[in-house]
């Protein structure tokens, strides 16, 4: 019997040891979870450095030139589909009366030293009245109809050029002169008889000599009027604008495109802000002198 069992011993270890033992060590599960781990940083430092390449190029600097051209911009705004009224509105420096016979043209001419005027009338339902004036090439022209019941205007030049037409159903228009010459502003009448008031400015050009970032002007303003100022300023730049004497006078400021730097609802005489865009800006002076008074006006952009 213990023959029997030692046989039956020595047979089970020796099919033991017929069968192959496995080849896995520790380390095997040890080196499985280090590529892993190494997969998944590789990932997200690939992950971080295209975050980083991307907010790079996000925050790329750019860099605004600083030179002041003495002239309007190359690339002049243009007037939109729905123009907006400026926030502060233009009183007139003179006043025309429509005198020249029915179908010739009106003749706008400023008064000495003047940088605006207001031409009013009454017109028939249905009948168009044409003004003429002269200007040159880059001068802003600020032209609005006012008080006209469904009135409209277009403008265009003695060369043919057009720049506003009765189908568009503009009644305001702000755009650099694009030639020398005439334009004619004309005004058609819509289903019944209207008053109206046509004003059309064109703001005197300041220009900083080269190398210099003041300057001083002088002008002489109709008591209750206004002159017009025009200037070009870079973004980032500091205006300071101050104006004597002090008593009578109030100043505003507002970029062409409309936007105010300083309303002329206050009695400010003097103003100091940055400028928000570059581009040109409108400075106004007006009167509210008993009498014509001779303005100094000093001015600094740096």
């Not at 192959?20 to 599960?29: G, H, L």
Request: proline share 7%.
């Amino acid at each position: 019997m213990k023959k029997i069992i030692l046989a039956i011993v020595l047979c089970g270890m020796l099919a033991a040891c017929s069968y192959p033992q496995p080849t896995t060590s520790p380390s095997d599960s040890q080196t499985q979870v280090a590529l892993f781990a190494q997969a998944t940083l590789t990932k997200a430092a690939i992950i971080a450095q295209a975050d980083e390449t991307s907010t790079a190029a996000a925050i790329q600097p750019t860099f605004t030139a600083t030179s002041i051209p003495p002239t309007a911009t190359s690339v002049p705004p243009t007037a939109t589909s729905i123009p907006t009224e400026p926030s502060t509105p233009i009183p007139p420096t003179s006043t025309a009366v429509p005198t020249s016979a029915p179908g010739q043209a009106i003749r706008l001419s400023f008064a000495a030293g003047a940088t605006n005027i207001t031409a009013e009338g009454q017109m028939s339902a249905n009948t168009t009245r044409r003004y003429v004036f002269w200007a040159n090439k880059n001068q802003l022209m600020d032209i609005s109809l006012n008080g006209a019941s469904g009135a409209y205007i277009a403008i265009s030049s003695a060369s043919g050029t057009k720049l506003v037409d009765f189908s568009q159903g503009w009644t305001w228009y702000r755009d650099y002169v694009p030639e020398k010459g005439d334009w004619y502003i004309d005004i058609r009448a819509g289903n019944y008889d209207t008053g109206y008031s046509l004003y059309l400015g064109i703001p005197e050009r300041l220009s900083l000599a080269a190398d210099t970032s003041s300057l001083t002007t002088v002008a002489t303003i109709p008591t209750g009027h206004v002159h017009n100022f025009i200037v070009w300023g870079n973004k980032g730049q500091t205006m300071k604008v101050s104006l004597s004497p002090t008593q009578n006078l109030k100043l505003s400021i507002w970029q062409v495109d409309g936007t105010v730097l300083l309303s002329g609802m206050g009695d400010s005489t003097s103003f100091q802000g940055v400028l928000p865009e570059a581009g040109d800006y409108i400075i106004n002076v007006t009167s509210m002198a008993a009498t014509s008074t001779a303005v100094t006006l000093t001015l600094s952009i740096q």
